[in-house]
């Protein structure tokens, strides 16, 4: 299986497309994930840590 090298969500009611080599971090909290990124911002999506690694797979380390 090839995993993405983008991250497509839904953050502020808009679409988005992130670089999976521009994310630093992603933290969860219940059922919401804030994407730390290397330009300084925070993206609050609603989706779970499983869910994340599961679009970028190879690229995901915990």
């Not at 679409?15 to 919401?32: E, F, G, R």
């Not at 330009?39 to 989706?47: D, I």
Request: aromatic share 10%; charged share 25%.
């Amino acid at each position: 299986m090839q995993f993405k090298k983008t991250l497509e969500i839904k953050a502020n009611h808009k679409h988005m497309i992130i670089n999976v080599a521009d994310i630093l971090y992603i933290k969860a909290s219940v059922n919401d994930c804030y994407i730390h990124v290397t330009s300084g911002s925070v993206y609050k999506t609603r989706s779970t840590l499983e869910a994340m690694e599961a679009q970028v797979g190879e690229y995901f380390l915990r």
